[in-house]
């Protein structure tokens, strides 16, 4: 009995291995071809209108052989680098190259440094890059540095030329709104398809109009306001101007909005509370005590008066602690679930927060209404839109020039990483001005245009040195210093090669890449299936989920494929039939010595397991061998083959192994000649 129950959870166990491998197959082979996929699912919901998702695009890697593009060789002058500061000079500059790199959306750029003799280069990849010559000069200069302080000038006024387009723009959006209006209003058209044929707004135009519930706190005051004296789909008869155009509305249906509460508080802080500029507490316990002694005072005639005396929160306490009207979400967890959870005229407290020991007085509380509103938007434009918008940081005067070294150092008492900056006597001089007029307010340290860096002046600096703290880990503050030093040291590059291959040259070696891979798969296949019969058969599917995970894997990590890399995975095909063959070869012995199918399945594999292994393992150290002292082409080789070897033991030991069982017991020993023609002796 009990051996039956074990045959039985086997048996299942089994079935429960051949789903996972069909789901596997399915799911990876949809991943990999999505676009093929998504027209079925395209056909099927203009069909039945079920509207099933696409399945999300992520495209193979390739590289420039494939992909066409250029291969450009830099090499950095490091004649006035210290010996030791070279190549950290050098992968600098890596980094801001990729950085430029990255800004023409080139898609998996390779960027590496090398050396040869005494020379540092820098090779750079660009695949599908067609316009070589701007690449070139995007890449070519030398990384700047530079320190900037916030742009506090006001933005500039539009010129009589700009003010007159943006007028005749809008005095033409007017005159579209009339128009709808009068439509709408003569019962020409109706709402819906005057949205239809008017809305200027798109993610509303879809639903007829609509944006939903809207209140009188927000953006849509106006709406709101026209809404509380329109009835339900009442459409507007005039236009109702709001902060993004001219609206023509309809009024839908209404409901109770969140609650809307008038209150004061009382800020009792000391100095650790976040924020506290007043020390009259000088201790949390002082803020307490305080706190509980005035709460004993407190009525709500009085409070607006003890808000004067004792909050130390000065806007508020000027004007009696009153905090206006408020909902939920504007204020910090613990004081707004006392405030909701009083009633209207308690004073509660004192409650804790990170600012301090509050007294909070609930004077009033109202439930807004909000109204469904359907709307057609006619965007009027306002000068922000035809202004460029303006810079957030301004220059200093501050830059990679004044700076003579950063470097990695860490806090004597804390051990907190940091970034430590030393600037030459020029800079030294401007970073004290600066840092004097900036206490208090962020300096942005920006490396190549891009900002790297935003710390806070916290005092003036006098002696040209400054720490960077932002509680780095010590990688991140060594690529800090990195990039830092390389835009202060003097590493001009300069072009010594460049390579263009063409987009058709590309496509013809992939047409033929991919060509040879189907020839080489559907050859090996068919040799199985002719030699082998029933486990050949089996052996497909096995390749079939073999070929189908290596190319997911590939496309899901952003392994960037090239000739050479197809032709490793085209080579680990032929490994992932050597496993199936010596499977199969052990089965056949197993099998003439008379041994039932299920038996030969089992010691067949237990048999070609040794050699497999042993066959596999070498064949991955040479890969890694290979990708350690191998060129970039030789890299992509030997990753894909690795990689192709690995996923062919699992096919072969775990898909293969799963489906032999599943249909072993299908087949007694006279039907044999299925399995390699083998007779029983």
């Not at 019962?187 to 009188?216: H, M, P, R």
């Not at 509380?228 to 709001?242: C, H, Y």
């Not at 969140?258 to 316990?285: M, Q, W």
């Not at 300069?494 to 040879?516: D, H, N, P, V």
Request: charged share 20%; glycine share 8%.
């Amino acid at each position: 009995m009990v051996e039956k129950e074990n045959k039985i959870n086997v048996r299942a166990k089994i079935r429960w291995g051949i789903v996972g491998i069909l789901v596997l197959l399915v799911v990876t082979s949809f991943f990999d071809a999505p676009t093929y996929v998504n027209t079925t699912v395209d056909r099927i919901n203009t069909a039945t209108g079920i509207g099933i998702p696409h399945i999300p695009v992520k495209n193979f890697s390739l590289g420039l052989d494939l992909q066409g593009g250029a291969h450009l060789v830099y090499q950095a002058d490091v004649s006035n680098i210290e010996p030791g500061e070279k190549s950290v000079a050098v992968e600098g500059v890596r980094d801001v190259i990729e950085r430029r790199v990255n800004a023409l959306g080139v898609g998996e750029p390779n960027i590496q440094t090398s050396k040869v003799g005494e020379d540092y280069r820098i090779n750079v990849d660009l695949p599908g890059v067609t316009d070589v010559n701007e690449a070139i000069k995007l890449i070519g200069g030398t990384p700047t540095l530079d320190f900037r302080e916030v742009n506090n000038n006001p933005p500039r006024e539009l010129t009589e030329e700009e003010q007159t387009q943006l007028d005749k723009e809008n005095d033409a959006g007017k005159t579209k709104a009339n128009e709808a209006q009068i439509k709408l209003n003569s019962k020409q058209i109706d709402f819906k398809t005057a949205v239809k044929d008017y809305s200027e707004d798109e993610a509303s135009k879809v639903n007829n109009g609509s944006i939903g519930f809207v209140s009188s706190e927000g953006p849509f005051i106006s709406l709101h306001a026209w809404a509380e004296t329109a009835k339900e789909d009442e459409v507007s008869r005039e236009i109702i101007e709001s902060f993004d155009g001219l609206n023509i509305l309809k009024r839908g249906e209404q409901r109770d909005g969140s609650a809307l509460i008038t209150s004061s508080h009382i800020l009792f802080c000391y100095p650790e509370a976040v924020g506290c500029n007043d020390t009259r507490y000088l201790s949390k316990e002082q803020a307490l005590l305080k706190a509980q002694e005035v709460f004993e005072t407190a009525n709500q005639d009085n409070f607006a008066d003890l808000a004067k005396e004792f909050s130390t929160d000065l806007a508020a306490g000027a004007s009696g602690g009153a905090l206006g009207e408020i909902t939920r979400g504007a204020l910090v967890a613990p004081f707004e679930d006392a405030l909701f959870a009083a009633e209207v005229g308690e004073i509660v407290g004192p409650v804790e927060t990170e600012f301090g020991y509050h007294l909070i007085f609930k004077r009033e509380e109202r439930i807004p209404k909000e109204y469904e509103i359907s709307r057609i938007l006619i965007r009027q434009k306002t000068p922000a839109d035809i202004l460029p918008p303006q810079d957030e940081y301004i220059s200093t005067g501050l830059s990679g020039k004044q700076l003579e070294r950063a470097q990695v150092v860490s806090d004597q008492q804390t051990g907190q990483v940091q970034v430590s900056l030393q600037f030459d006597s020029e800079g030294t001089e401007l970073f004290k001005q600066i840092t004097q007029e900036h206490v208090g307010e962020p300096i942005a340290i920006f490396l190549d245009g891009q900002p790297i860096s935003i710390p806070t002046v916290q005092v003036p600096i006098l002696n040209g040195q400054a720490v960077i703290t932002g509680g780095f880990t010590l990688q991140e503050a060594q690529l800090l210093s990195q990039r830092l030093n390389a835009g202060a040291l003097p590493v001009p590059v300069e072009l010594i090669g460049q390579q263009s291959i063409g987009a058709t040259l590309g496509a013809e070696s992939l047409q033929k890449s991919l060509k040879s891979g189907v020839i080489a798969l559907v050859v090996v296949m068919l040799f199985m299936l002719l030699y082998y019969r029933l486990p050949g058969f089996l052996s497909m599917i096995a390749l079939s989920v073999y070929l189908s995970l290596t190319l997911a894997i590939f496309k899901l990590i952003g392994v960037t494929l090239t000739l050479a890399g197809i032709a490793g995975l085209i080579l680990s095909i032929g490994m992932a039939v050597d496993a199936n063959v010596l499977i199969f070869e052990r089965l056949k012995e197993e099998l003439q010595k008379g041994k039932s199918l299920r038996v030969a399945v089992e010691e067949g594999f237990l048999r070609a397991w040794s050699a497999i292994k042993d066959g596999n393992i070498s064949t991955i150290i040479t890969c890694v061998l290979l990708m350690w002292f191998g060129s970039s082409f030789v890299k992509g080789f030997s990753f894909t083959l690795a990689v192709g070897v690995l996923i062919s033991m699992f096919s072969a030991i775990t898909v293969t192994r799963v489906m032999l069982r599943f249909i072993a017991p299908w087949f007694k020993n006279g039907a044999n000649w299925m399995f390699l023609g083998a007779k029983k002796k």
